[in-house]
Nanobody, 116 residues
Framework: QVQLVESGGGLVQPGGSLRLSCATS????????MGWYRQAPGKQRESVAT???????NYADSVKGRFAISRDNAKNTVYLQMNSLKPEDTAVYYC??????????WGQGTQVTVSS
């Protein structure tokens, strides 16, 4: 079974930056789409940023201009660069990968807390 391992979360002050990583044991070339999602306490999980296998990206309106999704094919890793963080960005962040053979994988989640 393909595994996703997330890292990079933590506590940061408003205006700060973090970079999340999601490393997979599978080949990134077998992914149809990949993305980052987040879930704040008492709220539903929402899409933050997604990327297709062709490299097309989509962002939630709330993070446009501040967050960027990228990938390193050689490392089979997807990243989420988060800049100008706000308290409302506080949530557990999950990566998701949709594989070409029809399986969807989720990471274990990493906590991001934006607070002074």
């Amino acid at each position: 079974q393909v595994q996703l391992v997330e890292s990079g979360g933590g506590l940061v002050q408003p205006g700060g930056s973090l970079r999340l990583s999601c490393a997979t044991s599978g080949s990134i070339f077998s992914i149809n789409s990949m993305g980052w999602y987040r879930q704040a306490p008492g709220k539903q999980r929402e899409s933050v940023a997604t990327m297709s296998s062709g490299g097309s990206t989509n962002y939630a309106d709330s993070v446009k201009g501040r967050f960027a999704i990228s990938r390193d094919n050689a490392k089979n890793t997807v990243y989420l660069q988060m800049n100008s963080l706000k308290p409302e960005d506080t949530a557990v962040y999950y990566c998701r990968m949709d594989w070409s053979w029809g399986v969807r994988s989720w990471g274990q989640g990493t906590q991001v807390t934006v607070s002074s």
